[in-house]
């Protein structure tokens, strides 16, 4: 378990929590620190809770947990809100000037350190800079060279002018020097600094940098929570390698542009959340039939309806192997965690165009906003390889012209893959539709050429298996008698569940698995287990149920639905339970 | 593109399934002329067909050719022609199919103002599910759905185009084999969105909106002293809705593609084997 420390500044929305944040993580990460966050927010833009948690470590951090060391708390609320995680090592920091917060009762034997971040900042230069106030403060007590945060500064305000960076630099140092004076006591917590260089992003990035690195050249979106920072990363990015985002007047339309585009070459890509995701479903079966390579990434966020759209959960997982009518082959790939968001972005692509069917890429509102540290070498772009499949040019179009010089755009080959031209390829026009169609793209009713066509396209799926790697990743004691399962961003917090757990003597299998459809086979992981216990952040447990259906086995299933990602302390906890109960089910009671 | 492509090389080999009589022979040899006419071949046309009777032309042409679920024929147009702005693109479709269910696509279709072309075979009526009113059916025009009629004024989607910024606004009628094709060629020439309203009757369930109805009411706008670069003008007719008329309604001679503002003038088809050439930099901008 790494040295960490768990820090927080907690506002209202508007009051610039995420940049302060944000300034404060990346000042971390260029002191050569591992860095985790994670966000608290709600679904406004101004008022109402908001908060922005740094986990930090110079061992690498993959999770979250259940303490907080230091709170900078610009409202009362903010320390209720965090009451539970609060301890009597904690630090808070706060305005104590402030009418607001006069009163405050501070919980558990915490240290409290009320430092006027409104009046010193108005003394740096202007009181908008109470949050930079803060940081200093919190560098203080935590002995962190305020150097380092002169260069997030420097990063966040240099488009403002030399002035402003100055000021705020004045201003941290102010916020530092009266922690220094005022209370001259020593605190507990120090945070080394290291010579390694990292880089900082979440997983929404991870996706979009992935996608530019694949050579998606086209986006089309329209804008939702958790997925528009995809969106917002690749605006402006992807141009400068030739390609386009378009912001779409609805998700009908976003997927269709999509599509549009990859018909014409363009490896292409939309990404949404749960609503969108269903205004798109009847748009996956003409991909599918059309064969038309496309990447479909949702972002997943708490539901059904627009259910609460700043919170995390898994539910989606249904809707992207089964969504839409008829049967469609697919593919269904889930990232584990912020890197791999990265990597399987470049996989889908591959696998899209391999295979010429709708790729889902599914990620998770807890990914999506969590900005983790890597060594740049992560996402080393000379590893990233490109597959475009079949596609013929002019010179290699004969092999598939018909006896009448027709192009066989759907020709059923026998791996299910038909060769593909881009338009404008001579003696490639051709016609595709979502209707059933024979070997050319023309309408049909025949009932021998239905079974062809659907075949054909199913046999995508039989090839893929042979051809992919579609694995798990493994982690914990493989001889273990308790198997763990998750998917999406469960790994991270698992991880690290399986230290706490082998610190008290339990022994655990845990298998992560990115690929939900085609996927691993587990029955062999299953039948070796004793117990196996799928954990999951929705309530039915759509995960296991697949499971089940796979290995004709009941398994045991801990199910968190509350909104918030799962913590690795928490589901130790559980998974012990679980262990240690004779049968039955588990869930976690939302909170 | 060669220069010996005749209108019959935009023909497939599939015979149209149309009910003999039906405006949408007409609405389709105009358009396979017209693509003939300026210059384009099967190779280097797209062309995005929607759903309905009038949906079913992709089928019965030769070309690059997506024909897609019901309403969404633009957005399909704007992301081919986006991603290779060296094709020709060509959408069609019904009244249905361009005013109801995608109607909210049209707009923006407008507005963007992608250079292609967009043909709407306005028959007043649905005709692949038998006969219910559609958005430009006649308020008391009676079917199986709206017995009373629909109770409802009919769009005017010229309206809609023209208050949305349309660049190129045109009507025709399928049976006018001539000034059809002449008005879609006008429409592909134009550089940003060419929008046609063709009259196109359906033989089978509209006895209205039919041939000799459309023969008497229709002017054509070349007889007059229209001036479709007056925006004004334009929209006065536009506004007449007890009026049928043929030919350009309105065009903006500035017209500017969307494409060409946003500097995409070739083909995102073409990519590197690997990561993009200098793609570690997406990385440090991390730093
Ligand atoms: C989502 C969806 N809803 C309904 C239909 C059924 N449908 C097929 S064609 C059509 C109407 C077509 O009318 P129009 O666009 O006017 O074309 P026409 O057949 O008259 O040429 C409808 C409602 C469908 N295919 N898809
Ligand atoms: S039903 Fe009407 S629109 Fe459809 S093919 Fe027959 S005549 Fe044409």
Redesign the pocket.
């Known amino acids: 378990m790494p040295e960490d420390l768990n820090w927080a500044i907690g506002g209202e929305a508007g009051d610039g929590i995420d940049s302060t944040g944000k300034i404060f993580a990346q000042a971390l990460s260029r002191a050569g620190r591992h860095v985790f966050t994670s966000k608290d927010f709600a679904s406004r833009i101004r008022g109402g809770y908001t908060a922005y948690k740094v986990r930090t470590s110079v061992d690498r951090v993959e999770s979250v947990v259940d303490r907080l060391d230091i709170l900078i708390a610009l409202t009362e609320r903010t320390i209720h809100e965090n009451e539970d995680e609060l301890h009597e090592d904690s630090v808070i920091i706060y305005d104590g000037e402030r009418s607001t917060m006069q009163d405050v009762e501070v919980p558990h034997g915490a240290t409290a350190l009320e430092v006027p971040l409104k009046r010193l900042a108005e003394d740096a230069g202007g009181a908008i800079m109470l949050n930079v106030v803060a940081l200093g403060a919190a560098c203080e007590v935590t002995s962190f060279p305020i150097e380092n945060l002169d260069e997030s500064l420097q990063k966040r305000f240099g488009d403002k002018g030399e002035a402003i960076v100055e000021n705020n630099k004045q201003a941290a140092r102010m916020g530092q020097e009266y922690v220094q004076e005022e209370y001259d006591q020593s605190f507990d917590y120090s945070m080394e600094t290291t010579d390694a260089d990292y880089v900082l992003l979440n997983g929404d990035e991870a996706i979009g940098m992935g996608a530019i690195a694949a050579g998606c050249r086209f986006y089309s979106g329209y804008p939702i929570t958790p997925a528009t920072d995809v969106m917002e990363y690749m605006t402006g990015r992807v141009d400068q390698y030739g390609g386009k985002v378009v912001q779409a007047e609805d998700e009908l339309s976003a997927i269709n542009m999509a599509l549009g585009a990859a018909r014409a070459g363009a490896r292409a890509m939309t990404a949404t959340s749960g609503p969108g995701i269903d205004l798109m479903t009847?748009t996956f079966g003409l991909v599918a039939t059309s064969e038309t390579p496309l990447v479909i990434c949702d972002v997943m966020r708490s539901g059904p309806s627009t259910g609460m759209p700043t919170k995390q959960e898994q539910g989606d997982l249904n809707m992207t192997l089964y969504g839409g009518h008829g049967e469609i082959p697919r593919f269904v790939v889930a990232p584990t965690t912020v890197s791999e968001c990265f990597w399987k972005t470049v996989e889908a692509f591959n696998l899209a165009e391999k295979y010429q069917t709708p790729v889902f890429l599914v990620s998770d509102l807890a990914m999506a906003v969590t900005e983790q540290t890597f060594s740049p070498e992560t996402f080393d772009m000379d590893e990233v390889e490109i597959d475009r499949g079949k596609v013929v040019d002019e010179d290699e179009i004969d092999a598939w012209l018909d006896e009448q010089g027709r192009f066989q755009a759907h020709f059923p080959a026998a791996d299910g893959v038909s060769p593909r031209a881009f338009p404008g390829t001579a003696d490639g026009a051709h016609m595709t539709t979502g209707l059933e169609h024979d070997e050319l793209g023309r309408r049909t009713e025949d009932t021998d050429v239905r079974i062809e066509q659907v075949d054909k396209r199913q046999r995508k799926v039989e090839t893929a298996r042979e051809q992919e790697n579609f694995d798990y990743r493994e982690f914990g004691d493989p001889d273990a008698d308790t198997l763990v399962l998750s998917w999406g961003s469960n790994e991270g917090a698992m991880r690290e569940g399986l230290e706490l757990l082998d610190e008290e003597g339990y022994d655990v299998r845990f298998v992560s698995v990115p690929y939900i459809f085609p996927r691993p086979d587990l029955t062999d992981e299953v039948a070796a287990a004793e117990k196996v216990i799928v954990v999951e952040c929705n309530a039915t447990g759509q995960f296991a149920d697949i499971v089940e259906h796979d290995v004709l086995e009941r398994v045991e299933r801990i199910n968190k639905y509350n909104g918030v990602r799962f913590k690795a302390d928490e589901l130790a906890t559980e998974v012990k339970q679980t262990i240690d109960s004779d049968s039955g089910t588990q869930e976690v009671e939302a909170e | 593109m060669s220069s010996d492509v005749r209108f019959t090389d935009f023909k497939s080999d599939k015979q149209p399934t149309w009910c003999p009589g039906c405006g949408?022979f007409g609405t389709m040899n105009g358009m396979m002329k017209a693509l003939a006419e300026t210059g384009n071949d099967p190779d280097n046309t797209f062309v995005v067909a929607?759903?309905?009777?009038?949906?079913k032309i992709g089928t019965y042409m030769h070309s690059y050719a997506l024909h897609g679920?019901?309403?969404r024929a633009l957005p399909v147009g704007i992301g081919v022609k986006m991603a290779n702005p060296n094709l020709e693109v060509m959408v069609a479709?019904?009244?249905?199919?361009?005013y109801?269910?995608g109607a909210g696509h049209f707009i923006h279709a407008v507005r963007r103002n992608v250079d292609m072309s967009y043909v709407v075979?306005?028959?007043r009526?649905?005709?692949?599910?038998k006969g219910?009113a559609?958005p430009t059916s006649r308020e008391d025009f009676e079917t199986g759905t709206t017995p009373d009629g629909p109770k409802q004024p009919p769009v005017n989607p010229k309206a809609l185009a023209l208050s949305a910024g349309a660049t190129f606004i045109a009507q025709s009628f399928s049976s006018d084999a001539q000034r059809h094709a002449e008005i879609i060629q006008q429409a592909i020439e134009h550089d940003g969105f060419g929008f046609v309203n063709v009259y196109?009757p359906?033989v089978t369930?509209n006895d209205v909106d039919t041939y000799d109805y459309f023969r008497d009411a229709i002017v054509d706008l070349d007889e007059t002293d229209h001036d479709p670069n007056n925006r004004d003008q334009a929209k006065d007719k536009i506004l007449e809705s007890d009026k049928e008329y043929m030919g350009v309604l309105y065009q903006n001679e500035d017209s500017v593609p969307f494409e060409q503002r946003e500097g995409i003038d070739s083909s995102m088809a073409e990519i590197p084997d690997g990561a993009p050439e200098g793609a570690m930099d997406l990385v440090r901008e991390f730093y």
């Open positions: 009847e | 949408d929607g759903i309905g009777c009038s949906g679920v019901h309403g479709g019904g009244d249905g199919d361009g109801s269910i075979m306005d028959n009526i649905y005709g692949l599910t219910q559609s196109s359906c369930f």
